[in-house]
């Protein structure tokens, strides 16, 4: 889609398949990273607190692009998924596991509890496949209250302690945002790397027209199924991160509520693009946040309004703005972005 | 006598006001301000609720700053984040909420209190919740507070009262519907099973699980009717207290209900649209009920009168109001206890579990939390009943049963 800036030629398969390109994309890339390091200092600890939300949303949210923006498979239980991560990495880490190798059980937990349910894809599709992944949600919560509360919690929830270096724990929101940030830009690293990878490819293939994908040499049961795999795994490390982060994890966390939120920010943002999770996670949470704001102020200002109109009135809001991504630019931002980039580099002929 | 003069009368009515302009500038000036910081829900599911809960806790603020600060020099500035009910909302305002370094924290649920659990201690913020205890929050040498204890000493207060007013020689049977959906639903089943076992008086001899809001429950209800049971316990909201009523109307059964204060007899008579439904149910609950001009209803009526409170009494708004006097007490404690110089969350908690808190209006009666756990255990249960077709009262302060956390 993209087109490069005139006069930029890749001479060396490195330089072909390098994600970043020319001296300004490094620049850019420079800037805004040292942004998001300098932004605690910058913006305070209202900043902090909204960023880590959206590190650990942006996590899940890349998950399930892979799963449903790249492999076409819709996946309404990824909240569920993250709740299996949490949950595991909150079993393990009570019991002394180290952390980072608790945020891995999370992941690989939810890795396996994704699969058994991205199995189903193997033999139903769409609507299907989205009705299959709502029981995930539901035997997630099931499991988790009824296993015994020494287990998991059951109802009263998990404790998790803190991430602990030495004698040094990691509870300081600030701490945690760079903490977030690190994981977050490894694993936005593995994603860049699984869809331009061999992988990658059969999951756009299987989205596209998974006949035509097994008649060209692709195993789709097996494309289909690592798909759930990939974004189960990254559910499951968004799971163990959010559960390092709040440290008193319940079921109630992880509800349908919040895995369609996730869809939204697939739509928001743009299907079949790892950039695009990113740019739904920031425009959903932001506009979250103008909900946050705005609803006390309509309050203050309209007290003879009842909260349920309130209520009523944000949610219809958030509605109407998600409806008009979808009838507007149902692509999401991402394409738009892409549109108005490939328009200003053959700017004044675009033809 | 020396007359006073026209000159002597107007250098004294300048000095008397500006004695009295300057003199209050230099009050105001004065008063030591301290933050106090609640969490709402303007825009997420319990925001129909919002209005009369934060609408009574900022009312006793407002009370609290002109007749009892403005006398100890201090001055509340009181501010409201709305979470939406929502943890991960919580969480990301928690940051906001530490730098702010509030002497507490007003929770409006379980859903922005348990994730602070642990920060709490850290940051040194005590949180004082507004319903009773859920599950996770009852801790021993905790950081959270609540003005009553949890659901299912209401419930077993009300089947002490019950077991005594009915003479009853063996257990009485009762059933309860809930949802696993949601954990505190789980925890009130778990909390009345704990209390028929310790106290034998009770039998719970079946448990409906179903969604948080069930279209129709005449199935299950059929099979639980089998088992005989004289009561059914919904402590969880007004659509299943609905679906209960609506269900034993199509089996044409009369078994009373016996309600929480957020899901009570008038909102469930309202929903049904037809009081009589609810002939012979109770509503048990420690938050005082609308019988009669009582000590509660006068502190409301002035709070309305002076204060701009402007909703309705109702379980709701007085639970806002015992929230905000809680608080407010718990402060006026620490005061006392460390003066105002310093103050701050530490000396807070410090003092809530050190310290007699006084002056509740009726609400709740003096009290006192040792460490052991975050309520009271000296509290109450006032019971209502619906009585040919009417709202009225059938006990009032039983004393709360002894309840074990289980």
Known sequence: ?351 | MTQLTRRDFAKAAIAVGSAATFGQRATAADLQKLSVIGFADYTGPYAIIAKDTVGGREAVMRWWNAEVGNGLGVELEFRNFDTHSDPATAASLWPSVAAAKPLLLLSFGASDAVPLHDRLPDAGIPLFFSGAVPYPLWQPNGWEFAPRASYAHDVGTFFDWMYAKKKATAPIKVAMVSSQAVPLYVDMVKGVEAYAKASGKISLVSTIWDTPQPTDLTTQMKETIKANPEFFIVQTNVAQGVAVVRALQALGKDIPLVLESHCGLDPTAKALGDPSALEGCYEAHPLPMPFGQTEPKKFYDMLVSKYDLRVDFQAMVANGILHGLFATRAIEAAIRKYSTTGLNGVKIREAVTSETLKGFYGFVPDMRIDGNQPFPLNGAVNVAIYEDGKYVEAASQVPLTKLAKW
Do not use: C
Not at chain 1, 1 to 11: D, H, I, R, W
Not at chain 1, 35 to 40: A, H
Not at chain 1, 80 to 97: D, K, N
Not at chain 1, 257 to 264: K, R, T, Y
């Open chain 1, 1 to 351: 889609m993209a087109t490069l800036p005139s006069g930029v030629f890749a001479e060396t398969y490195a330089v072909d398949r390098a994600l970043i390109r020319t001296g300004k994309q490094w620049r850019a890339l420079s800037i805004f990273l040292a942004f998001l390091l300098v932004g605690p200092f910058l913006f305070g600890s209202h900043f902090v607190g909204i960023a880590n939300g959206m590190l650990i949303t942006a996590v899940a949210a890349m998950g399930l692009q892979i799963t449903l923006g790249y492999a076409g498979q819709i996946n309404l239980g990824q909240a569920a998924l993250m709740g299996m991560g949490a949950f595991a990495t909150a079993f393990v880490a009570e019991r002394g596991v180290p952390f980072l190798l608790a945020i891995l059980t999370g992941g690989l937990a939810a890795a396996a509890f994704g699969v058994v349910f991205g199995l189903s894809a193997v033999r139903v599709k769409g609507f299907y496949l989205a009705l299959t992944t709502i029981a995930a949600q539901f035997v997630f919560n099931f499991v988790i209250i009824s296993l015994p509360t020494s287990w998991f919690g059951g109802s009263g929830g998990l404790r998790i302690p803190p991430i602990q270096v030495g004698s040094y724990r990691l509870i300081d929101e600030t701490a945690l945002y760079y903490f977030n940030f690190a994981v977050a830009l490894v694993m936005f690293h593995g994603a860049i790397g699984i869809v331009r990878s061999r992988f990658g490819r059969a999951f756009i293939a299987v989205r596209d027209d998974d006949v035509v994908a097994s008649m060209i040499g692709i195993d789709v049961a097996v494309a289909k199924s690592a798909a759930f795999l990939v974004g189960a795994f990254y559910a499951g490390i968004a799971g163990a991160l959010w559960a390092y982060y709040i440290r008193y994890i319940s079921v109630d966390q992880f509800t349908l509520f919040n895995s369609i939120w996730l869809i939204a920010i697939i739509i928001v943002g743009g299907s079949g693009s790892i950039v695009g999770a990113l740019i739904g996670v920031v425009v959903i949470r932001g506009m979250q946040e103008v909900i946050t704001f705005l609803g006390p102020q309509v309050m203050a200002v309209f007290p003879q309004l009842g909260g349920g109109i309130v209520f009523a009135g944000m949610n219809i809001f958030l509605g109407i703005v998600i409806a008009i991504f979808i009838i507007k630019e149902p692509k999401g931002l991402m394409y738009r972005w892409e549109v108005l980039k490939q328009r200003w580099r053959t700017w004044p002929f675009p033809y």
